[in-house]
């Protein structure tokens, strides 16, 4: 079962930039609902070998409008550099709540924010916020699955042998 994910940015500039989560544990941070994220090697369609170096897309997260959304739209705009950190969350076997994942970016900056809200006159739409996209690119990203400790890392300025 996918549950909400929690984002802290920290701004080279602005310092933190908070969010409206109220969770113990969790105040300020910024609530994610989605996240789409692909990095992948170019190939060749005949063969299947690669043709050239990995490519990271850019991260794609889809949070609602709160009070973070104006510092990562000036973010956006001045192509501010920044730290991410997102933090995922599962259910156990024994029904707790554990933190399970985390990604972490380094050098990020937001290359595209698009704002939308579901068609109101929907009465499916009733439950759901004014939302936002917001997607990041990075020099260095680091993916850590907490139970065991197991982190891999890519940074663009240092080429895989």
Not at 13 to 33: A, N, P, T
Not at 103 to 118: D, F, G, R, S, T
């Amino acid at each position: 079962m996918a549950m909400t994910s929690y984002l802290k940015v920290e701004a080279n500039d602005q310092g933190e930039i908070k969010g409206d989560c109220s969770q113990e544990g969790r105040e300020d941070l910024i609530m994610v609902y989605s996240i789409d994220h692909k990095v992948e090697i170019p190939r060749d369609t005949h063969t299947g070998l690669p043709t050239g170096q990995r490519i990271h897309k850019p991260l794609q997260i889809i949070k609602h409008k709160d009070k973070s959304s104006p510092g990562l739209f000036q973010a956006c705009c001045s192509g501010e550099q920044m730290k991410i950190e997102m933090k995922f969350f599962r259910i156990t076997d024994a029904g707790k709540e554990e933190h399970y994942f985390t990604i972490k970016l380094e050098n990020a900056i937001i290359v595209e924010m698009q704002e939308y809200n579901p068609l109101t006159f929907l009465e499916e739409n009733k439950p759901y916020k004014d939302m936002e996209s917001v997607l990041f690119t990075y020099e260095k990203i680091i993916w850590t699955y907490e139970p065991d400790g197991i982190e891999t890392e890519d940074s663009w300025k240092a080429p895989k042998a």
